[in-house]
């Protein structure tokens, strides 16, 4: 098992996106629904490579 880091500088890629709000916009003759979307990211050099290894 590897040590998590604080923070290792290393090359981030998105890991996946998540709805952070949503709501209604009224516009005359007209209504749509908004989405807010927020990309989460993981460090590539730190990641587990398969789902056996974990952090301690």
């Known amino acids: 098992m590897r040590s998590?880091?604080?923070?290792?500088?290393g090359q981030m890629t998105e890991a996946?996106?998540?709805i952070t709000r949503e709501g209604a916009k009224f516009i005359p003759a007209k209504?749509?629904?908004i989405?807010?979307?927020?990309h989460a990211y993981k460090c590539?050099?730190?990641?587990?490579?398969?789902?056996?290894?974990?952090?301690?």
Do not use: A, F, R, Y
């Not at 998590?4 to 500088?9: A, G, I, N, V």
């Open 4 to 9: 998590k880091p604080d923070c290792c500088l």
């Open 16 to 18: 996946g996106t998540t």
């Open 31 to 33: 209504m749509m629904s």
């Open 35 to 38: 989405q807010h979307i927020e």
């Open 44 to 56: 590539v050099k730190w990641m587990p490579q398969s789902t056996n290894e974990t952090w301690e």
